[in-house]
Each structure stands twice: as C-alpha cells, then as structure tokens.
C-alpha cells in the first residue's frame, strides 16, 4: 500500500514541483546529488534488489522523473545464491515495477560457479556479475547512467573497511557520487533516512537474510563495531568518517593531479626518463608509477609492494625487468617501459621505388630522381647514392650479426653495437633496414651507410622517408 500524502511546492533549477511534504528532505538530497554530477535528465537504470535502499531510490526517482525530465528503468539479477529467497525477491521486484508502471530486466546467474572459476572471493564475484549484468541493461534500455543504491553507511563501511585491511590515502576517499555511468544518488542519505522514507511512503521490501549474521567483514563492520562507536565513544561516527574522507579526497586529487604533470613531464618515445621520476618526491613518485600502469591498461591487482619494487628498478642496469600482475617493466637505458615485451616480427619486403613499402614497424617512402640532391634538403628524408645502391633493395628486419658502415665511421661495426652505443631504447631498435642482399645502406630513422653518401659526383639518389606510425595492425 502507497500512502496518500500531504503536498509542498519545491523550488529546483529556478521551477517549483508539487512534492511530499514528508518527503522533502529525501527528494531534495536526491536531487541536489544529480545536480552536482552534471545530471539533467536522461535515462536511469535503477540496480533493483528488492531491500529497502533500492526500493527507496527506485520509487524516489520515479517520483521525480517528470521533474527532472528523467526516464527510469529497473534491473534485477539474481545471483542464485540464496535459492527460494532469491526466486521471492525477483518475484516481489517484478510486482513492485508493475505497479509503478517501469520496465524491468531480469537476469538469473551462478555467482557461486563464477566464484569457483575466478578464484575470487563470493562478495568480488557478486560484484564484478552485477556490474556486468547492469552495463548490459543499461545497453539494452539504452540508457545514460546506473544508479545504485549506497548510502553514507555503506560508505563510511568501506572507508573503515579499507583503513582496517592497510590502504593508502585513494581508498581511504570513499565512495564517488558519479563515476563514470554509475551514479548514487543515496549517497549523502543515513540508512535511517531510507527506513523513514518507505515507512512514511508504505512501501514494502525485502530482508537478505544474509545481511543479519555477522560472519562477514561488512557486517560485522554493520552490525557490531559501527554501533558500539556511536554508542560509546561518537553518535556522529558515520558523518564524521565521510566528512574526513571528503578532505582527504581533495589532498588525493591535488597529489594525482601534480602526479599527472610529473609523468608527463617525463614521458619520452617508448617509456618514461626514469632520471627525472627518480627525483620525484615518494608520494608523487608512487601515483606516477600508477598512472603510467594505467596508462599501458593495468588498474587492478597492483599492490604497494609492486610500486615499491618498480621504484627500486629505476636505479636498475638497462635490461633489467620485473614482471608483476598483467605486465611487465623493464629498464631499456633512460627509460623505464611499461608493457610486456613482444619479439619483434621478422619481415623482407622488396622496395618499391616510386611508391611506398609497408612494414610492421612503419612505412616507407623512396623516391628515384636524377642529378645531385636538392642543396636544402628535408630533415627527415635520407639521401642515398643510387649509382651505388641500385634498385634491386629490400627492406627487412634486423637479423643476428648484422653489421653496416655507419656514416662518418673509420670502418664497419656491429649494428647491434652502434644502437647501443647510441643508447637507443630497446624498444626503439626494431626498425627497418633498407639493404641490398646482406649489406645495410639506411638504419630507417637514424642513418645511412658511409658506402651510399651522397657526394658532388652523385648523377642520380634515392630519397627515402619513413613513417613509424603508419603500419600494419
């Protein structure tokens, strides 16, 4: 049953709606939280479990959607771990969306079987199945955003949560208001605001039985410490957490922000000048370290003790590696690399002159013209000798012993020799040789052969450019 209330006029966006008079405050809050994450309309899909949290948002942003010219849908999954109970809770959630009138997608699912597989424990296994079932209703309503029903209890949990397990100061910055498509619109509500609302609004819900045993970290966190703090020492515990985590999330985000510019400062064509992240100060140096793991596609697994060894390896030789969870980073002279390590693709491809020769590291450019070259020349084109060359040339890949004349030397040497002598990063060795048969003419990129320089007798060149970023995928 859906209590008839008394009506108020609220002003919002420079409009007045007709609202709940009892409902003021959890309407306002609500609204307040989407204004403040750029939310102005839109499509919403509720994460629907059927407990009070959720039956609150659901039918508060329900009440809400002309005002604030939003669509809502809803979402269930059941995780099939709490068999007949669960099947009640889709059953009640299917009824509950009937009468408001909102579309539902429901889902069933083994959590535990996924458990199994991944190795994760059944509170990460939940988690990682549900974010994955709401990503594909919001798909499949083609909506903007997901709500989800966290409170400040649940964050303030999370919070101390995080400060009993050992966490540095990112996990000790709560729960987001928004991020990315997932919104809580809860999230400056008390549990007991909720329980209030569907109280006053006669709405129904369902008990996770679940959630009554203290066997689980949260809830004994929920039902046991939480409590004991308010009674005994703090009955604002809970503000007080999140309000020191909303400071503290200001110092992290003016830390990574500084973190952000150092990195960049130091990037360089292949890695990151590990002189320059060396001299960083420890708490930017660690965000740095992580940001650029983020970069290469690394953001979950890393652990302080992987930080603390990736800064040990920038005072490391070149060559040297360390592989931690989804990637490794290696040394490769002044740089510090991160990504795993492929072996470079062997390739020989005749020249075409005139035309363009496409490798796997870039592509290349060769041009045949008569006479000497021009006097001003382009800075990233190389001019060869083609009385010597000819144009029977390949391009390919660098091969074991290969060795040229490179330009201005005394005599030949060991191509592996002049690129380290050269302190190119490793990564940056794999780059295409034009040769005839054995001999290499141009090292792409670097340098010609002192075999093919152009000199005052040259009749007829070969101008080659290359283009490292475009190639094969």
Same mark, same amino acid.
């Given at each position: 049953?859906? @209590?008839?209330?008394?009506?108020?006029?609220?002003?919002?966006?420079?409009?007045?709606?007709?609202?709940?008079?009892?409902?003021?405050?959890?309407?306002?809050?609500?609204?307040?939280?989407?204004?403040? !994450?750029?939310?102005?309309?839109?499509? @919403?899909?509720?994460?629907?479990?059927?407990?009070?949290?959720? %039956? !609150?948002?659901?039918?508060?942003?329900?009440?809400?959607?002309?005002?604030?010219?939003?669509?809502?849908?809803?979402?269930?999954?059941?995780?099939?771990?709490?068999?007949?109970?669960?099947?009640?809770? &889709?059953?009640?959630?299917?009824?509950?969306?009937?009468? $408001?009138?909102?579309?539902?997608?429901?889902?069933?699912?083994?959590?535990?079987? #996924?458990?199994?597989?991944?190795?994760?424990?059944?509170?990460?296994?939940? +988690?990682?199945?549900?974010?994955?079932?709401?990503?594909?209703?919001?798909?499949?309503?083609?909506?903007?955003?997901?709500?989800?029903?966290?409170?400040?209890?649940?964050?303030?949990?999370?919070?101390?949560?995080?400060?009993?397990?050992?966490?540095?100061?990112?996990?000790?910055?709560?729960?987001? *208001?928004?991020?990315?498509?997932?919104?809580?619109?809860?999230?400056?509500?008390?549990?007991?605001?909720?329980? &209030?609302?569907?109280?006053?609004?006669?709405?129904?819900? +369902?008990?996770?039985?679940?959630?009554?045993?203290?066997?689980?970290?949260?809830? %004994?966190? +929920?039902?046991?410490?939480?409590?004991?703090?308010?009674?005994?020492?703090?009955?604002?515990?809970? =503000?007080?957490?999140?309000?020191?985590?909303?400071? $503290?999330? =200001?110092?992290?985000?003016?830390?990574?922000?500084?973190?952000?510019?150092?990195?960049?400062?130091?990037?360089?064509?292949?890695?990151?000048?590990?002189?320059?992240?060396?001299?960083?100060?420890?708490? @930017?140096?660690?965000?740095?370290?992580?940001?650029?793991? !983020?970069?290469?596609?690394?953001?979950?697994?890393?652990?302080?003790?992987?930080?603390?060894?990736?800064?040990?390896?920038?005072?490391?030789?070149?060559? !040297?590696? *360390?592989?931690?969870?989804?990637?490794? %980073?290696?040394?490769?002279?002044?740089?510090?690399?991160?990504?795993?390590?492929?072996?470079?693709?062997?390739?020989? *491809?005749?020249?075409?002159?005139?035309?363009?020769?496409?490798?796997?590291?870039?592509? %290349?450019?060769? &041009?045949?013209?008569?006479?000497?070259?021009?006097?001003?020349?382009?800075?990233?084109?190389?001019?060869?000798?083609?009385?010597?060359?000819?144009?029977?040339?390949?391009?390919?890949?660098?091969?074991?012993?290969?060795?040229?004349?490179?330009?201005?030397?005394?005599?030949?040497?060991?191509?592996?020799?002049?690129?380290?002598?050269?302190? $190119?990063?490793?990564?940056?060795?794999?780059?295409?040789?034009?040769? +005839?048969?054995?001999?290499?003419?141009?090292?792409?990129?670097?340098?010609?052969? =002192?075999?093919?320089?152009?000199?005052?007798?040259?009749?007829? #060149?070969?101008?080659?450019?290359?283009?490292?970023?475009?190639?094969? $995928?």
């Amino acid at each position: 049953m859906i @209590i008839c209330p008394i009506l108020s006029l609220v002003k919002w966006g420079g409009i007045y709606y007709t609202l709940v008079m009892d409902n003021d405050k959890f309407y306002a809050s609500i609204a307040g939280s989407l204004k403040s !994450a750029g939310i102005t309309g839109g499509g @919403i899909v509720v994460g629907l479990s059927g407990g009070a949290d959720s %039956v !609150a948002l659901l039918h508060a942003l329900n009440s809400l959607k002309s005002a604030l010219r939003l669509k809502i849908y809803a979402a269930h999954l059941n995780h099939g771990i709490r068999g007949d109970e669960a099947d009640g809770d &889709e059953r009640y959630c299917a009824e509950l969306c009937a009468g $408001l009138g909102i579309e539902l997608l429901c889902e069933k699912t083994d959590v535990p079987a #996924y458990r199994e597989l991944s190795g994760k424990t059944l509170e990460q296994a939940a +988690r990682d199945v549900r974010y994955g079932f709401l990503r594909r209703a919001k798909a499949h309503f083609n909506a903007d955003y997901i709500a989800v029903a966290h409170h400040m209890n649940d964050n303030a949990e999370s919070i101390l949560l995080h400060l009993i397990r050992g966490s540095g100061l990112s996990g000790l910055t709560g729960m987001e *208001l928004k991020r990315g498509d997932i919104i809580r619109p809860l999230l400056h509500l008390k549990r007991r605001d909720i329980e &209030e609302y569907v109280n006053i609004n006669g709405l129904d819900y +369902r008990t996770d039985s679940t959630n009554l045993v203290a066997d689980g970290s949260r809830n %004994v966190l +929920r039902l046991m410490l939480v409590p004991m703090i308010e009674e005994r020492l703090n009955p604002k515990f809970t =503000e007080g957490l999140v309000s020191t985590a909303e400071l $503290l999330s =200001e110092d992290e985000a003016f830390l990574t922000e500084t973190a952000q510019n150092a990195l960049l400062s130091a990037k360089r064509d292949g890695g990151y000048d590990r002189a320059v992240l060396s001299k960083l100060a420890r708490p @930017i140096k660690s965000r740095a370290i992580r940001l650029a793991l !983020a970069a290469s596609g690394v953001e979950t697994d890393v652990e302080r003790k992987h930080i603390d060894e990736i800064c040990r390896l920038l005072s490391a030789k070149t060559g !040297a590696s *360390l592989d931690i969870p989804h990637t490794s %980073v290696h040394i490769s002279n002044e740089l510090i690399c991160f990504g795993k390590r492929t072996p470079p693709e062997s390739y020989s *491809l005749p020249m075409n002159i005139g035309g363009k020769t496409v490798t796997p590291c870039g592509t %290349v450019y060769a &041009e045949l013209a008569e006479g000497a070259p021009p006097a001003k020349r382009q800075p990233d084109a190389f001019y060869l000798d083609a009385s010597v060359t000819g144009t029977e040339l390949t391009v390919r890949s660098r091969q074991s012993g290969d060795r040229f004349h490179p330009l201005g030397a005394p005599g030949t040497k060991k191509l592996k020799d002049w690129m380290i002598d050269k302190k $190119l990063p490793r990564d940056a060795r794999n780059v295409p040789l034009v040769c +005839r048969g054995n001999e290499i003419f141009c090292v792409l990129g670097h340098t010609v052969s =002192e075999k093919v320089r152009v000199t005052k007798k040259t009749s007829a #060149y070969l101008k080659i450019s290359f283009d490292k970023n475009e190639h094969l $995928l």
